[in-house]
């Protein structure tokens, strides 16, 4: 079973960037399917950015412009870059994969099989 291993989480100032990294226990090629998903303290968790097979991406808007999802294949690891970084992105980030061959991959935890145990990412102004 895959295995997925979230790191980089921060307190940083706002304005900040942070990289947030996820390493993966198998060849990353073969999830279909990649994102990242964030939970802040009492709301639901929502649905950042996603990563398919062809290098296809979707972001949350709130954070089109200032957050970038990439992976390295040899590395098995996925990335979040987050520049521009405020207080509303304080929160837990989790990173989900799911190797289901679909028409897109979205901002859905339903679409998500596997998941890390999260890093905190702390935003202060």
């Known amino acids: 079973q895959v295995q997925l291993v979230e790191s980089g989480g921060d307190s940083v100032q706002a304005g900040g960037s942070l990289r947030l990294s996820c390493a993966t226990s198998e060849l990353i090629h073969t999830s279909y399917c990649m994102a990242w998903f964030r939970q802040a303290p009492g709301k639901e968790r929502e649905g950042v950015a996603t990563?398919?097979?062809?290098?296809?991406?979707l972001y949350l808007d709130s954070v089109k412009g200032r957050f970038t999802i990439s992976r390295d294949v040899a590395k098995k690891t996925l990335y979040l870059l987050m520049n521009g970084l405020n207080p509303e992105d304080t929160a837990m980030y989790y990173c989900a994969s799911d190797p289901r061959p679909r028409n897109g991959c979205i901002l859905s935890e339903d679409g998500f099989s596997t998941w890390g145990q999260g890093t905190q990412v702390t935003v202060s102004s």
């Open positions: 990563l398919d097979i062809f290098r296809n991406t």
